[in-house]
């Protein structure tokens, strides 16, 4: 007998709350954080990528509601609240009904809720029964006294229960359908309005068929309303239908997505990026295959960046072998983490010192040992790792066989300060000490920098100096490039660093870093063998590899031309596969082609044991026919400005 009473209760205290939440103040829906919603990523061609959920961990978007399918909001409305435009935050209809119900079953079989009572959740924390249901309608109806009924039907359309942990129709359509909700047909949104009656039993991934009932159900509700015809309907019901399978979080690129995610504008939901998906899954594969073929040599990690040059569209992004493996620290990203770049800085040496005029085509640069004076009263001696050394050497000889000594030299002749400033031009934005903290070592690899600065950097040598910025997104706009240096030069470099010949002494004729068309490229290791780098590129592609170990513990003997070239040389060579090689790389503007002494650097005499060919500028032949000697150009070599020299007292006879 004690049951009946309750309904009576609780409908008192509905009618008494109505009329104190109409006489307290309104709350306007809009007013209500929307939060950051899930983003779905696909790579160039529109293939998915995966999606990366907001902070709470709920996959949802929010889109406005003239970017949600009529058809959804027509089904939506028919099978939850089809007087929604009607009454207010109350159907007492509804409400009555489900009492009735109660009173006579003892459970309510129809539901009395409404869509105005759903974003009343969002207010504040709802305790559960009859107290709770008082709480939120008394929080719905303060709603509807402020809000517009669209801001109410947007404000639920984006937060109503779509199954496990999706949340409103954008990511339920982008989940289930991969399209945004703006289209939707009347097969899918009847099927995603048929949803909420019962988010965990309805779920598509867990009762197909019971689904496809209720989705029958809300297109007889439609009907019945006069919303479709009879034909519409059995269309509908009948429209095969498929689910996509569930995506969880990036499915891969991951190092790059969760790199993009923060850029990413909050309105955002659907972000095609300028990954190749086929390429970057290719990449991954190798990058997990050479390094476990290094795994007797202590080689862990490994990470790639390929580029086009035409764009600075980043095609693939590999940050570890494997992302999801916590012994491997496979969630740090090799892309972007900080290693020391060894003789990869070595071109932007030696352009700068042509450009400069500091050195030439011709010079003749000694590899010998050689002795700098450094701040602190210490003395600074570099070396080769073979420990030995060449002697006399041409410019192109020195750099493409990355010669320690030689490269020393010309830093000391252009300034490390010149260098730096240089660097910061083309983006080592990481290189933050002064010059003076570097020293000469700079050209060796002393500060630090990121695979990412470096392929940049690489790509502006291959655009012969025009410096645009990486692209990660295709509605990015490509930017205006911007001159940095001489152009003339920084072909003069890309063609010593394309020369196979040149670098013979150091890697041979015919080693991994020789590719069946024209590729300029150059290796790196750092000092103990902590960081092992290969960088280089086609007139299309520029692709740079970190191999090492995030951990910052020594390799076992193993350089750039063993420990990342492999993995460059297999990357450069899939790039080529479907597409015909690329043209060779262009002669250096305002240069001529011109015999000289190999050991020399002038031009060809009797006395000269071997001739070699090399790129000269025009001013230089014209000197060398007319026997004149260049005065003006004279200049103090050694030594340098800032030199400084200490005294060797135990040599002192006094």
């Given at each position: 007998m004690g049951r009946p009473s309750v309904p009576l209760v609780t409908l008192a205290a509905f009618s008494l709350l109505w009329f104190v939440a109409r006489a307290g103040l309104g709350f306007d829906v809009r007013t209500l954080p929307h939060g950051r919603g899930t983003v779905h990523f696909t790579d160039r061609t529109g293939l998915p990528l995966g999606s990366i959920a907001a902070?709470?961990?709920?996959?949802?978007?929010?889109?406005?509601?003239?970017?949600?399918?009529?058809?959804?909001?027509?089904?939506?409305?028919?099978?939850?609240?089809?007087?929604?435009?009607?009454?207010?935050?109350?159907?007492?209809?509804?409400?009555?009904?489900?009492?009735?119900?109660?009173?006579?079953?003892?459970?309510?079989?129809?539901?009395?809720?409404?869509?105005?009572?759903?974003?009343?959740?969002?207010?504040?924390?709802?305790?559960?029964?009859?107290?709770?249901?008082v709480v939120q309608i008394v929080d719905a109806e303060r709603i509807v006294l402020r809000s517009p009924p669209n801001a109410?039907?947007?404000?639920?359309?984006?937060?109503?229960?779509?199954?496990?942990?999706?949340?409103?129709?954008?990511?339920?359509?982008?989940?289930?359908?991969?399209?945004?909700?703006?289209?939707?047909?009347?097969?899918?949104?009847?099927?995603?309005?048929?949803?909420?009656?019962?988010?965990?039993?309805?779920?598509?991934?867990?009762?197909w068929r019971g689904l496809r009932a209720r989705q029958r159900y809300v297109?007889?509700?439609?009907?019945?309303?006069?919303?479709?015809?009879?034909?519409?309907?059995?269309?509908?019901?009948?429209?095969?239908?498929?689910?996509?399978?569930?995506?969880?979080?990036?499915?891969?690129?991951?190092?790059?997505?969760?790199?993009?995610?923060?850029?990413?504008?909050?309105?955002?939901?659907?972000?095609?990026?300028?990954?190749?998906?086929?390429?970057?899954?290719?990449?991954?594969?190798?990058?997990?295959?050479?390094?476990?073929?290094?795994?007797?040599?202590?080689?862990?990690?490994?990470?790639?960046?390929?580029?086009?040059?035409?764009?600075?569209?980043?095609?693939?992004?590999?940050?570890?072998?494997?992302?999801?493996?916590?012994?491997?620290?496979?969630?740090?990203?090799?892309?972007a983490a900080l290693r020391q770049p060894g003789s990869s800085l070595k071109p932007f040496t030696y352009e700068l010192a042509l450009e400069r005029g500091a050195i030439a085509s011709t010079t003749i640069l000694q590899d010998a040992p050689a002795t700098y004076a450094i701040p602190g009263g210490?003395?600074?001696?570099?070396?080769?790792?073979?420990?030995?050394?060449?002697?006399?050497?041409?410019?192109?000889?020195?750099?493409?066989?990355?010669?320690?000594?030689?490269?020393?030299?010309?830093?000391?002749?252009?300034?490390?300060?010149?260098?730096?400033?240089?660097?910061?031009?083309?983006?080592?934005?990481?290189?933050?000490?002064?010059?003076?903290?570097?020293?000469?070592?700079?050209?060796?690899?002393s500060g630090e920098v990121t695979l990412e600065e470096l392929v940049r950097a690489y790509a502006t040598m291959a655009r012969d100096g025009a410096a645009i910025p990486l692209r990660m997104t295709l509605d990015a706009p490509v930017r205006a490039s911007v001159q940095i240096g001489d152009?003339?030069?920084?072909?003069?470099?890309?063609?010593?660093?394309?020369?196979?010949?040149?670098?013979?002494?150091?890697?041979?004729?015919?080693?991994?870093?020789?590719?069946?068309?024209?590729?300029?490229?150059?290796?790196?290791?750092?000092?103990?063998?902590r960081d092992t780098w290969t960088v280089g590129f086609t007139r299309d592609y520029t692709v740079g590899v970190w191999a090492g170990n995030f951990d910052g513990s020594a390799m076992q003997g193993v350089s750039g031309v063993t420990g990342a070239a492999p993995l460059w040389n297999h990357i450069m060579l899939h790039l080529y596969e479907r597409r015909d090689d690329p043209p060779a790389f262009a002669s250096p503007p305002g240069f001529v082609r011109v015999a000289i002494c190999a050991t020399t650097g002038r031009r060809p005499t009797a006395a000269c044991g071997a001739v070699v060919a090399e790129w000269i500028r025009p001013a230089q032949r014209a000197a060398w026919r007319r026997g004149a000697v260049r005065v003006a150009g004279l200049h103090i070599v050694f030594p340098a400005d800032g030199d400084i020299f200490a005294l060797n007292r135990a040599s002192d006879p006094t």
């Open positions: 902070s709470d961990v709920r996959n949802s978007a929010w889109v406005r509601l003239d970017r949600v399918s009529p058809y959804f909001l027509r089904a939506i409305l028919a099978a939850e609240d089809a007087r929604f435009y009607d009454h207010g935050a109350v159907d007492a209809g509804a409400l009555l009904r489900a009492a009735a119900e109660y009173v006579v079953d003892g459970e309510a079989r129809s539901g009395g809720s409404t869509i105005a009572m759903q974003p009343a959740r969002s207010i504040r924390h709802v305790p559960g029964g009859v107290r709770g249901k109410v039907l947007e404000a639920y359309v984006n937060r109503v229960p779509m199954g496990g942990d999706i949340y409103g129709i954008e990511a339920a359509a982008r989940s289930y359908f991969g399209i945004s909700a703006a289209d939707l047909d009347l097969a899918q949104s009847a099927l995603l309005a048929a949803i909420p009656n019962d988010p965990s039993r309805l779920s598509p991934y867990a009762n297109l007889d509700r439609m009907e019945e309303g006069g919303l479709i015809s009879r034909a519409q309907a059995a269309a509908a019901a009948g429209e095969r239908l498929e689910i996509l399978p569930p995506a969880g979080g990036p499915r891969t690129a991951q190092h790059f997505l969760f790199a993009l995610y923060p850029h990413v504008p909050q309105e955002r939901t659907l972000v095609r990026t300028t990954l190749d998906a086929s390429l970057q899954r290719y990449v991954q594969a190798q990058v997990l295959a050479v390094t476990s073929s290094l795994g007797n040599r202590h080689v862990t990690d490994a990470a790639a960046l390929v580029v086009d040059n035409a764009t600075g569209d980043v095609l693939a992004y590999v940050g570890s072998p494997d992302y999801f493996s916590d012994v491997l620290l496979g969630r740090n990203n090799g892309v210490e003395l600074y001696q570099p070396a080769d790792y073979s420990t030995r050394f060449a002697g006399p050497v041409r410019v192109r000889y020195a750099l493409a066989n990355s010669l320690n000594v030689p490269a020393v030299r010309v830093l000391s002749r252009v300034g490390v300060g010149a260098l730096l400033e240089r660097l910061h031009q083309l983006g080592f934005s990481h290189l933050e000490r002064p010059a003076s903290y570097y020293g000469l070592g700079l050209t060796l690899g152009a003339a030069t920084w072909a003069l470099v890309t063609r010593m660093l394309a020369d196979p010949h040149a670098r013979a002494l150091s890697f041979g004729v015919n080693s991994i870093l020789r590719l069946p068309f024209p590729a300029a490229v150059k290796t790196g290791t750092s000092s103990d063998y």
